[in-house]
Nanobody
Framework: QVQLVESGGGLVQAGGSLRLSCAAS????????MGWYRQAPGKQREWVAT??????RYAEFVKGRFTISRDNSRNTVDLQMNSLKPEDTAVYYC?????????WGQGAQVTVSS
């Protein structure tokens, strides 16, 4: 079984920065991609960023502000979030396509105050 565990997040003022980390553990044979999604209260979960095969892709609403990075040797993925806005407030979930299956982390709360 594979597990994803997130860390980081918290409360920050608008314009501030936070960093999320996600570590995959368990019987890992191959990691196809790792990325981040978020879900704000009352809204559907939405894609934020993915890194796959050395290529990073971002949702338009985070381009230029967020940076995703992977450490393949440690099976981790980080999300550096800068210039945070109140509308970035959400629970952020790590998602990994590992051993050709999708796994999700438990979520990390990010709250941006105005």
């Amino acid at each position: 079984q594979v597990q994803l565990v997130e860390s980081g997040g918290g409360l920050v003022q608008a314009g501030g920065s936070l960093r999320l980390s996600c570590a995959a553990s368990g019987r890992i044979i191959s990691v196809n991609s790792m990325g981040w999604y978020r879900q704000a209260p009352g809204k559907q979960r939405e894609w934020v960023a993915t890194q796959s095969g050395g290529t990073a892709r971002y949702a338009e609403f985070v381009k230029g502000r967020f940076t995703i990075s992977r450490d393949n040797s440690r099976n981790t993925v980080d999300l550096q979030m800068n210039s945070l806005k109140p509308e970035d407030t959400a629970v952020y979930y790590c998602r990994g396509t590992i051993n050709f299956h999708d796994y999700w982390g438990q979520g990390a709360q990010v709250t941006v105050s105005s």
